[in-house]
């Protein structure tokens, strides 16, 4: 199992970008599918992007699509989120997530989550 951290999270602007990024400690990160989830107040969990375990493979919510690129780095253990053009309907806490799944989507069981990192888009 690996332990997830995310960063990269803060205030912008609408229209600004951000990359987010997910450092995994452990064993087996290139062996995971992963995904990034994000929750605003008084709103659930919602998926946002997910990829295959060697990276071949992705998949995004229609709300961030051609917006959002999710990528990974395995011999760096870390997981990204380049989000452009963004919008203050973004602005919540993001996770990231992995899953025994080799090529996850939004409905797939994620075993480790890590703490989150906030996002806030003003107008």
């Known amino acids: 199992q690996v332990q997830l951290v995310e960063s990269g999270g803060g205030l912008v602007q609408a229209g600004d970008s951000l990359t987010l990024s997910c450092a995994a400690s452990?064993?087996?990160?290139?062996?995971?599918?992963m995904g990034w989830f994000r929750q605003a107040p008084a709103r659930e969990r919602e998926f946002v992007a997910a990829i295959s375990w060697v990276g071949f493979s992705t998949i995004y919510a229609d709300s961030v699509k051609d917006r959002f690129t999710i990528s990974r780095d395995n011999n760096k253990n870390t997981l990204y989120l380049q989000m452009n053009s963004l919008k203050f309907e973004d602005s919540a806490v993001y996770y990231c997530a992995s899953s025994r799944e080799l090529a996850p989507d939004g409905r797939s069981s994620y075993d480790s989550w890590g703490p989150g990192t906030q996002v806030t888009v003003s107008l």
């Open positions: 452990g064993r087996g990160f290139s062996t995971y599918g």
